[in-house]
């Protein structure tokens, strides 16, 4: 069984920082896409960064200069360094991993984490 799993939310005044971590559990074989997605009240979830199992990286414009991803293959884990924080980054963020191949299946899945809350002050 494949599990998500997400931690480093907080509160955080603006122009702080935050590190957000995400590792899935599981007998993994193969993860594509690694991403960091979250969901603002009153706004659709949107994608914050993504990083490909070539190690290719991608942002979205609002976070782009104060946001970075990190991949770890190896241990199947994904962070997310936030700096420069604004009130406008509050939400709750996702890891998501997509294509994922375990030995429950062969085919490439897609699973979440629960979130987990940034907070930003201003």
């Known amino acids: 069984q494949v599990q998500v799993v997400e931690s480093g939310g907080g509160l955080v005044q603006a122009g702080g920082s935050l590190r957000l971590s995400c590792v899935v559990h599981?007998?993994?074989?193969?993860?594509?896409?690694m991403n960091w997605y979250r969901k603002a009240p009153g706004k659709q979830r949107e994608l914050v960064a993504g990083?490909?199992?070539?190690?290719?990286?991608r942002y979205s414009d609002s976070v782009k200069g104060r946001f970075s991803i990190f991949r770890d293959n190896a241990k199947n884990t994904v962070d997310l360094q936030m700096n420069s924080l604004k009130p406008e980054d509050t939400a709750v963020y996702y890891c998501?991993?997509?294509?994922?191949?375990?030995?429950?299946?062969?085919?490439?899945?897609?699973?979440w984490g629960g979130g987990t809350q940034v907070t930003v002050s201003s």
């Open positions: 998501n991993a997509d294509g994922v191949v375990s030995d429950s299946y062969s085919i490439g899945m897609m699973y």
């Open positions: 599981g007998n993994i074989r193969r993860i594509d896409d």
């Open positions: 990083a490909n199992s070539d190690g290719r990286t």
